[in-house]
């Protein structure tokens, strides 16, 4: 990348699938290519994104989707600053390559989590077995938690947008507030709650549509 400083988070180097980092821009600054699906969201600032002969203007709370092999430029308008989530494709028999696209968070219709209206979830990436991985923002009005400690398979990187709460992972319980990063390994027990008298949202990744052996 050039006039960009990024904060990884999270990558293959501590055992992730996945990689993501932050992305603080100055105008003019840059990503640099890679070799893998690309997911920008716009944390502050304003983006362009060209990509298949076409230029994209994102702002806050915009993002793009950027399938592996297509190539494109992120560039940023003013200074900026955004969640970068990279990840090697599994394809998958029957089902084509994903395409590019780009969105806007604030646009996407919410669904209540389990029927619970206080817990809100918005998916950016469409509902698709060509995708091997969701990204999706969960808003909690103050008090709301999830209803159950989950454990699964898929691990998550997870980046607080707004508000907050008390992260259980595993045993131990953790305050946290916007900026704030945790990556959930594959089968680690959590559960959110949110604190605090505004809504606490985050940004969650996970590995998605593929089966435990490939
Ligand atoms: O989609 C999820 O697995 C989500 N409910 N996990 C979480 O918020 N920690
Ligand atoms: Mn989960």
């Known amino acids: ?89 599994q394809p998958v028999a029957g089902f084509e390559p994903p395409k590019p696209f780009v969105g806007e968070e604030t646009s996407i219709q919410s669904t209540a989590l389990m029927g619970d209206e206080a817990l809100q979830v918005r998916a950016l990436i469409p509902a698709s077995e060509s995708y091997d991985f969701a990204v999706n923002t969960m808003t909690y009005l103050p008090g709301a938690a999830l209803s159950m400690v989950e454990v699964h398979i898929m691990e998550h990187g997870l980046l607080m947008l707004e508000g907050g709460g008390i992260y259980r992972l595993g045993d131990s319980w953790y305050p946290v507030t916007v900026g704030d990063f945790i990556w959930m390994a594959a089968y680690c027990p959590q559960w959110f709650g949110a604190l605090g008298k505004t809504p606490a949202k985050y940004l969650i990744y996970k590995d998605w549509n593929r089966g435990p052996f490939s």
């Open 1 to 89: 990348m050039s006039g960009a400083f990024a904060i990884v988070h999270v990558s293959a180097a501590i055992g992730a699938r996945f990689t993501q980092y932050s992305v603080e821009f100055e105008p003019g600054g840059s990503l640099g290519p890679t070799e893998w699906q690309r997911f920008v969201y716009v944390l502050e600032g304003e983006l362009e994104v060209k990509v298949c002969g076409q230029t994209h203007r994102l702002s806050k709370d915009g993002f793009a989707f950027l399938p592996q092999g297509s190539p494109h430029e992120v560039s940023a308008v003013t200074a900026s600053r955004a969640a970068v989530i990279e990840k090697p494709y």
